[in-house]
């Protein structure tokens, strides 16, 4: 009897096609590719055992453009690579080679760690254009296909999804040889996904629409946030097994409590779904409501690691990095999404378990500090009268200090500055002078941080605070 092969897959290349044209200038464009290419990734495995005339229980996990299926023999082996190459082939014609499909199988002989690198090992080759490879130093001239941009519309609202390769993009959501369901509760007949959208009357609102329903500011932004090390703790498995039920458990985690904090009342008209996969999410947004689907989520997942994830050794897996990056209503939507995936690697390489936003890398407690030190300066500005006047020279008093390299006198200069802005401040309230002075001085302290050697120490979750607290007031 042959041994249980397992065959593994991704997709390639899909942010890449996510922003070319014609989606740099066109939202719904890239907003249709997102969706394509996030129900691709689920529809591809499914369609691969269809085809192989396999149960859908030989489905071990999918998403996140990701895939491993079980197989029976090598001769479906062989059959499954014909047909992975054939959807490769479809997809690179499609996407002008930006995106394919790389995969590999191998026996599952062995301990799970050296089958895990053979099947590493495999996908190189199937992932890697090669310098030997005809018409590799050829140059490249994009362009789209002919008859333009042929991603099907209408895959977010979509009841049920088809698969062929007569379809240009593979799946449409009408006909196809195989068809699922797309619903919200996982089966074996349907695929689960997360696609909420905020509404503007029976269409999907656009980004400009959510930043006019921002409080403050009328500014939008995109949301994404990654499991930190979530690779390492997918190599930590001791078996498969143990690798589709991590799998299964992150997916369900973070598919399901971003779909119940999208049908809350804060962010069911201001918050719209672009990616919910195994460890990585993406929303847009008005900003405001961004922040606090951020700090929520956070929270939730914060005591899903510590109730479910307990009894996994190490750290690996266990938090989860963010990134929020702010839009005119006019921006298009792939110039922000790529702006927002060089603000997340930013947050990535600064630490772990933190929150990229207004320019700065902030740990999950200095967010919470700037929360509260945001109240307190709107209440300032609001409650005793400080207006805008208040926080304009605040901010640009604490910028002059954080910039550095100031000379003793420059400190000195500043010092006073500091001073003589307090006192002007110092009598705005006539009614509430006890509860001013107190808010005033609880201010100061949490913005300035400590006096170190003479040289003021600027607190960055106080200046995040103070652009915070001018978007909410503006």
């Known amino acids: 009897m042959s041994a249980q092969i397992l065959l593994q897959g991704r997709l390639l290349g899909v942010d890449d096609f996510a922003v070319s044209a014609p989606a740099e200038r066109d939202n719904r464009v890239f907003d249709s590719r997102i969706q394509w290419a996030g129900i691709l990734g689920e529809v591809l495995p499914r369609a691969l055992l ?48 930006l995106m394919r499909v790389a995969w590999s199988w191998t026996e599952n002989l062995g301990d799970w760690t050296v089958v895990r690198k053979r099947l590493r090992d495999g996908a190189r080759k199937t992932s890697e254009i090669l310098a030997t490879e005809p ?47 797309l619903g919200r509760q996982a089966a074996l007949d349907n695929i689960s996904l997360t696609r909420h959208a905020a509404r503007n009357g029976d269409t999907v609102a656009s980004a400009r629409e959510l930043a006019k329903r921002a409080k403050g500011e009328k500014l939008w932004g995109v949301l994404r946030g990654q499991i930190d090390d979530f690779d390492s703790r997918m190599r930590r498995a001791q078996s498969v097994e143990e690798h589709v039920q991590l799998s299964v458990l992150y997916k369900q985690f973070l598919t399901g409590e971003i779909e119940l904090l999208c049908s809350q009342g804060d962010y069911f008209q201001r918050v ?16 405001d409501a961004l922040l606090g689907f951020a700090r929520e989520l956070h929270r939730v997942f914060a005591t899903f690691a510590s109730d479910s994830l307990r009894e996994l050794p190490g750290a690996e897996a266990k938090s989860i990095t963010m990134a929020l990056t702010l839009a005119e209503p006019a921006e298009p939507m792939s110039r922000i999404w790529e702006d927002n995936a060089r603000d997340l690697e ?19 407690k200095q967010m919470a500090d700037a929360a509260e030190l945001t109240e307190a300066v709107v209440q300032i500005a609001e409650d005793f009268r400080g207006g805008p006047q208040f926080l304009a020279q605040l901010r640009t008093l604490y910028k002059k200090v954080e910039t550095g390299g100031l000379t003793p006198a420059d400190q000195e200069r500043i010092g006073s500055r500091a001073l003589r802005f307090q006192r002007r401040f110092a009598n705005v309230a006539s009614r509430k002078e006890r509860e001013f002075q107190k808010l005033r001085a609880h201010l100061m302290k949490e913005l300035a941080g400590r006096n170190l050697r003479g040289r003021l120490k600027i607190r960055p979750e106080g200046l995040v605070a103070l652009e915070w607290a001018r978007l909410a007031t503006n």
Do not use: H
Not at 65 to 76: N, Q
Not at 78 to 93: T, V
Not at 149 to 170: E, K, M, N, T, W
Not at 272 to 287: H, P
């Open 135 to 181: 018409g590799f130093f050829d140059p490249f001239v994009p362009a789209l296909p002919q008859g333009g941009d042929r991603i099907p519309r209408g895959l977010r609202d979509a009841a049920g999804v088809g698969f062929s390769f007569a379809f240009p993009a593979l799946i449409a959501v009408e006909g196809g040889d195989y068809r699922w369901d």
């Open 346 to 364: 930013i947050a990535k390489s600064s630490d772990k378990d933190c929150l990229y936003l207004l320019g700065r890398v902030l740990e999950w």
């Open 272 to 287: 719209t779904v672009l990616r919910a996969e195994n460890a990585e999410f993406a929303v847009f947004g008005s900003w």
């Open 50 to 97: 269809a085809d192989l005339k396999l149960p859908p229980l030989m489905l071990g996990s999918s998403g996140g453009g990701r895939f491993l299926v079980i197989l029976p023999d090598e001769e479906r082996a062989a059959a499954a690579e014909a047909f992975l190459a054939r959807a490769s082939e479809a997809l690179i014609a499609l996407t002008n080679g």
